[in-house]
Every structure is written in C-alpha cells, then in structure tokens.
C-alpha cells in the first residue's frame, strides 16, 4: 500500500489515474494564460523544474516514468502526512494501491528539489541528475507510472 495526497475528493474504490500533475504544468503554457506577466512566479520555477527533470530523466533514466506522466506516491502515511503539511491548503490523504504492480516506478528524494542553497542556476544539472540516480536520503516520492485505487 501506497498513500496519496490530493486535493480532490476521492471516494474508495475510485482509480486514480496518471498525469494530473502533467497536465496542470502543461495547462500553464495553453493559449488561455496571457504571455508574460499572466504567470504566476511559482509557474515559472514549475515549468524551469519541469522541463530540466525532462531531459534529464531522458538522459539518466530514459526507462523511469516522466514526472508528467505518473500519479505521485509515498511510501508511508508519515511520509505523506509531512507533505500535506508542506503544500498546506485543503488535501486529504488516502491510501491507494496499483492496479499493476508492473507498472514502470521511480523512488526519488524530493527533498532534492527544495532547500537548493546558493543561486538555482547553479545547481539544477546537479539535482535533476541526482533526483533520477541516487537514492532518497530525504522525503521519498514514488513515481507511479500507472493508475491506483482508493483504498480508504
């Protein structure tokens, strides 16, 4: 068993399919969002993340799911709980379970892309690469590359 933090009512027995958060980076960029000065700052810093998680995943770990394309996890409810807490707002967190368990999956650090010390520029080959190569050392994210159900 997984845990998943959302901010959408979810019902046991619901599946939870992949790419919310995809279409949400995606949805910044449509014809509907004013260029320049239509962004949000934290729209930008999503989009640079986004894009640079891209192409490193492509170059480091081309068989891992794109971060686009994947229903985000964690591997305790402690883990998830600490999250919610992060992000603030109304979320609620459930416990969810693949419907494949062969799904492809990548276990990440999030922490790697918050507490960036120094300039970001600096550092985001750095911890793009990172996030895709080593293990977690903080917070873990499961990148699931599949849909889930809602078990409570």
Not at 47 to 52: H, L
Not at 105 to 122: K, T
Not at 125 to 148: A, K, M, N, S
Request: glycine fraction near 10%; hydrophobic fraction near 40%.
């Amino acid at each position: 068993m997984y845990f998943h933090v959302s901010s959408r009512a979810w019902n046991v027995g619901e599946v939870i399919n992949p790419g919310v958060w995809g279409r949400r980076v995606r949805g910044i960029t449509s014809p509907h969002v004013p260029p320049m000065g239509g962004y949000q700052p934290s729209d930008l810093v999503n989009i640079m993340w986004e894009g640079a998680l891209e192409v490193a995943r492509r170059f480091y770990a081309p068989d891992a799911p794109s971060r686009t394309d994947i229903v985000f996890l964690f591997p305790t409810r402690g883990h998830a709980l600490a999250f919610q807490r992060t992000i603030g707002g109304q979320t609620n967190v459930y416990e969810v379970q693949p419907l494949n368990p062969a799904d492809p999956h990548h276990l990440a650090d999030m922490d790697i892309l918050h507490h960036v010390p120094g300039y970001l520029i600096d550092h985001v080959h750095d911890r793009c690469r990172d996030y895709w190569t080593q293990p977690p050392i903080g917070t873990p994210e499961l990148l699931w590359g599949g849909p889930v159900e809602v078990i409570r």
